[in-house]
């Protein structure tokens, strides 16, 4: 198993600085990384380090609640791809799931996938499952399977559960195969990030991806 090429390097911790940045890009090349998850604030930054590199430079909307408009995420997508991202980890509005408000959650899933492929760009729905139900994960995966998304993530890491094998092993069995699967949220050693893996993840989000790879 190439572990390695399954991981974005993430840091997202408020308070990050250049150093840190550079730092984690830096990793993320030595090690090749699938890509460097990082706040839009430092894509631009990011871009310029891993030009050439084959490390993709990936960035959160909406990060981390979700409850921000549909517009301003959008923008959010606009802003980050200019800036370099080739990769969006957008945060769905969980409060709208919350409220059964599915119409709302279509046209949100819609606007942003049409934003992300607009501009070749991947978009990683972050659906927040260990705040759902199994019946609105299902719900939610159904509308991004029609609006054609490129991965399912589990998790921001920062809300309720992180990722689990059970989690991943559902999100398998009702997506297509064409729609990946990006596990994120407490993933710290190898063992547990090969299991997800086994269990149909295609990614792996964490902070921990060297301490992972050297085992």
């Known amino acids: 198993m190439d572990l390695a090429r399954t991981i974005d390097h993430t840091i997202l ?46 960035t959160v909307i909406g990060f ?26 957008a945060v769905i509005n969980i409060c709208a799931v919350k409220s059964g408000n599915w119409n709302y959650l279509k046209n949100e899933i819609e606007s942003l996938t049409t ?3 607009m501009k070749g760009k991947i ?10 139900t199994e019946e609105e994960i299902r719900q939610v995966c159904e509308i991004s399977v029609v609006a054609d998304v490129d991965y399912i993530k589990t998790s921001t890491g920062m809300n309720g559960p992180g990722a689990s094998l059970e989690t991943v092993k559902l999100l398998r069995e009702i997506l297509p195969k064409k729609i990946k699967i990006k596990a994120s949220g407490g993933i710290r050693d190898r063992a547990f990030a090969e299991q997800l893996i086994q269990a149909g993840a295609d990614r792996i989000g964490t902070s921990s991806g060297v301490q992972i790879i050297s085992g």
């Open 123 to 132: 978009l990683k729905l972050i659906i927040e499952t260990g705040m759902l």
């Open 13 to 58: 911790k408020p308070g990050i600085t250049s150093e840190d940045v550079k730092e984690k890009c830096q990793e993320a090349k030595d090690n090749s990384f699938a890509a460097v998850c990082i706040p839009p604030y430092f894509v631009n930054e990011a871009a310029t380090l891993l030009e050439n590199s084959g490390v993709k430079v990936a």
């Open 115 to 117: 934003a992300c492929h």
């Open 64 to 89: 981390p609640m979700g409850y921000s408009a549909v517009s301003a995420k959008v923008e959010e997508i606009k802003k980050a791809v200019n800036d370099g991202a080739d990769e969006l980890d």
